[in-house]
């Protein structure tokens, strides 16, 4: 049995710094701690380009070297919006114990002896310690050259497919010999579920399991998804197995579950591994349907301590005004951080086409009612007399009958109706 550490998504970068330096650093120490005899992180070690001297790659690389003072080092070229092409190389000229190797094509990588070299089939008398099927982030626009730009993303799983496929006799005949394989990959299987617990369906995803299986390693690590969670087959009197271990931080608000590094055993015929929980940063979220209730930001303050906090609210654009950031964040004041986000409602109109045509308000109000298919009984008289009546005969009408207001209106008084305002202007915008 050959354990390895496997880690991935390590996203270090000036905002992530402490994050991302914090988790991977308890990764390093228990792999160390472990043992393990291969260390294995399978890419988007950074979170975007970074200068050869900022404080995010002087940290990354110094965990690199410590991880390699340890034991061999395979790092996986990952997203290429995250790791530039070329930029984990510098990390091969780290000046440690064991070697460290950037895989950034697809291969075969051996390790004999404690050196990484590449993997030739014609040579059965190299002892191998290991093999690793190497598939880091492909180029699509490469792809889109031989099936055209609208079939690259649906062709892209295909092509893979056929390619892993290739590989099981390879591995096969290393299983045989005895030797531990491994595939390495980053990209997203079809079915797995992202941090948010959103399921990862559909024609454009890298991988299915069937095609992961085919390639016949024993384990297959994998980046890219940063929730952590496997899948496992037995086929053949072997156990083979697929996992993500999920980002080694917590970088976004609504990330489900721990984060995790994984400490691997891995054989010829058979894979499993542990998981190692990250202390990784505490993140909450706090939703109010209108405007923030401070009474209950209260109650939850004392579990939000020294926490990151997130409060979301949404209100219609009148209410905008009464919401006192100020004081919200004086009630989370022993949070880390505290994130007001506010959704503004915009009043929606609806036009009622031809309304400014008709001469009379009542006619207006008619078509109104059409429009927004308000019941119409008695809404005519009512309105009459709004118009040809004071409010206090309206309101002594109301109070001497029981029958329903306007179906037998009073006579005028003949005292002039002091409320009756000049009839209003309508436009074409909707009433």
Request: charged share 20%; hydrophobic share 40%; proline share 5%.
């Amino acid at each position: 049995m050959l354990k390895i550490l496997h880690a991935s998504d390590l996203h270090y970068s000036p905002g992530n710094l402490v994050e991302a330096d914090r988790c991977f650093g308890h990764a390093v120490e228990q792999a160390i701690a472990h043992d393990v005899a291969v260390a294995m992180l399978t890419g988007d070690l950074t979170d975007h380009a970074l200068d050869g001297h900022s404080p995010a790659l002087l940290a990354l690389a110094k965990r690199i070297k410590q991880l390699a003072d340890h034991c061999p080092v395979f790092l996986l070229q990952g997203t290429f919006s995250h790791e530039p092409v070329g930029l984990l190389k510098m990390l091969e000229m780290i000046g440690a114990r064991h070697p460290i190797i950037v895989s950034d094509k697809i291969g075969m990588i051996g390790l004999s002896e404690g050196k990484w070299l590449e993997y030739d089939p014609t040579y059965t008398d190299v002892k191998y310690d290991l093999v690793i099927t190497s598939v880091p982030t492909v180029n699509k626009a490469e792809l889109a050259l031989v099936v055209g730009a609208d079939n690259a993303s649906v062709e892209m799983g295909n092509h893979l497919a056929a390619l892993l496929g290739l590989f099981g006799p390879a591995n096969a005949a290393l299983r045989r010999r005895g030797v531990p394989t491994v595939l390495a990959s980053h990209g997203t299987v079809d079915g797995s579920l992202n941090e948010s617990g959103v399921p990862m369906a559909g024609l454009d995803h890298e991988f299915s399991l069937g095609a992961l299986f085919s390639a016949q390693t024993s384990a297959t690590m994998l980046g890219h998804i940063h929730m952590h969670q496997q899948w496992t087959r037995e086929h053949d009197g072997r156990t083979q197995r697929i996992a993500y271990p999920g980002s080694i931080g917590r970088y976004h608000y609504g990330e489900l579950g721990e984060k995790f590094c994984l400490i691997w055993n891995v054989s010829a015929e058979t894979a499993d591994f542990t998981p190692v929980q990250t202390p990784s940063k505490r993140m909450i979220e706090i939703a109010f349907d209108g405007v923030p209730n401070l009474d209950e930001l209260a109650t939850v303050a004392e579990q939000c301590r020294d926490a990151f906090v997130r409060v979301r609210y949404s209100v219609d654009e009148e209410f905008v005004k009464t919401v006192d950031r100020q004081a919200i964040k004086q009630i989370l004041g022993t949070a880390a951080e505290v994130k007001i986000e506010g959704e503004v409602l915009t009043i929606q109109r609806q036009r009622c086409a031809g309304i400014s045509t008709l001469t009379s308000v009542e006619e207006r109000f008619m078509r109104w009612c059409d429009f927004t298919n308000t019941p119409k009984d008695g809404l005519a008289e009512r309105l009459s007399m709004l118009q040809t009546m004071a409010p206090e005969d309206i309101a002594s009408a109301f109070a001497l009958t029981n029958k329903r207001p306007g179906l037998s209106a009073p006579e005028p008084s003949g005292q002039p109706a002091q409320a009756i305002q000049p009839e209003p202007e309508f436009e074409d915008i909707g009433f």
